[in-house]
T-cell receptor, first 113, second 112 residues
Framework: AQSVTQLGSHVSVSEGALVLLRCNYS??????LFWYVQYPNQGLQLLLK??????LVKGINGFEAEFKKSETSFHLTKPSAHMSDAAEYFC???????????FGQGTELSVKP | DAGVIQSPRHEVTEMGQEVTLRCKPI?????LFWYRQTMMRGLELLIY????????DSGMPEDRFSAKMPNASFSTLKIQPSEPRDSAVYFC??????????FGPGTRLTVL
C-alpha cells in the first residue's frame, strides 16, 4: 500500500527565510502527488499537484515542489517565508489502487518575525 | 461556485445522542469523501463514495458510524450513539477525479 512520510511535525523559520518541508512517498510507479495547506479553523486547500508532467511544479502563494523519482521525494519550498504562511501543510499521494488520497501526518509551519 | 458546503459548522451534544453531519459536494463532482481530524490521529479517511456508491468504508471506526449518499448532491455521516472520543473535526471533500479533492470548512463536533 502507498504511504507518505513527512519529516518533521513542526518547522520554524524566520520571516524572509527559505521554507523547506519534506515529503517522501513509497511507490514503484510515479504517482500523483499533492501538497495541501490548512489555515487555522479552515479546511484543506490545494497548494499544488504533480501529475507526471513537469517535475518542478509551481503552486499558489509562491510555493513550488520538485518531484525526484530517484529519491521518491516531493519536497515543498518557498524562497522567502511570509507571516501569512504559518499553517499546517499536508503531503498526499494517490493510492495506487485508485480512488483516494493517502495523506501524511502534516507539518506545522511557524514563521517568526 | 459555493464550494463544498457542510452543516452544521459546530455541534455540541451529550454522550449517547445521535449526531448527523451533512455535506453538499460541488456540482458535477462524482466522488465524495468523509474525513476525521484529531490532534492524536491526524487526518483519517472514513469513507468515500463514487457515483453515490460507497467504495471504501474501511476507515469507519465502528458500527456506531454510518454514511449515506442518497443522490449526487447530498451526503450524511451519522453517529449513533455518540461518545466523547468521537469529538473531532469532520471534513467532507469532493472531486471530479481523484486528481484534486476540494474540502469543505469542516464540522467541529464536541461530545460531552
Amino acid at each position: 500500500a502507498q504511504s507518505v512520510t513527512q519529516l518533521g511535525s513542526h518547522v520554524s523559520v524566520s520571516e524572509g527565510a527559505l521554507v523547506l518541508l519534506r515529503c517522501n512517498y513509497s511507490s514503484s510507479v510515479p504517482p500523483y502527488l499533492f501538497w495541501y495547506v490548512q489555515y487555522p479553523n479552515q479546511g484543506l486547500q490545494l497548494l499544488l499537484k504533480y501529475t507526471s508532467a513537469a517535475t518542478l511544479v509551481k503552486g499558489i502563494n509562491g510555493f513550488e515542489a520538485e518531484f525526484k523519482k530517484s529519491e521518491t521525494s516531493f519536497h515543498l519550498t518557498k524562497p522567502s517565508a511570509h507571516m501569512s504562511d504559518a499553517a499546517e501543510y499536508f503531503c498526499a499521494v494517490e493510492d495506487n489502487q485508485g480512488g483516494k488520497l493517502i495523506f501524511g501526518q502534516g507539518t506545522e509551519l511557524s514563521v517568526k518575525p | 461556485d459555493a464550494g463544498v458546503i457542510q452543516s452544521p459548522r459546530h455541534e455540541v451534544t451529550e454522550m449517547g445522542q445521535e449526531v448527523t453531519l451533512r455535506c453538499k459536494p460541488i456540482s458535477g463532482h462524482n466522488s465524495l469523501f468523509w474525513y476525521r481530524q484529531t490532534m492524536m490521529r491526524g487526518l483519517e479517511l472514513l469513507i468515500y463514495f463514487n457515483n453515490n456508491v460507497p467504495i471504501d468504508d474501511s476507515g469507519m471506526p465502528e458500527d456506531r458510524f454510518s454514511a449515506k449518499m442518497p443522490n449526487a448532491s447530498f451526503s450524511t455521516l451519522k453517529i449513533q450513539p455518540s461518545e466523547p472520543r468521537d469529538s473531532a473535526v469532520y471534513f467532507c471533500a469532493s472531486s471530479f477525479t481523484v486528481v484534486e479533492q476540494f474540502f469543505g470548512p469542516g464540522t467541529r463536533l464536541t461530545v460531552l
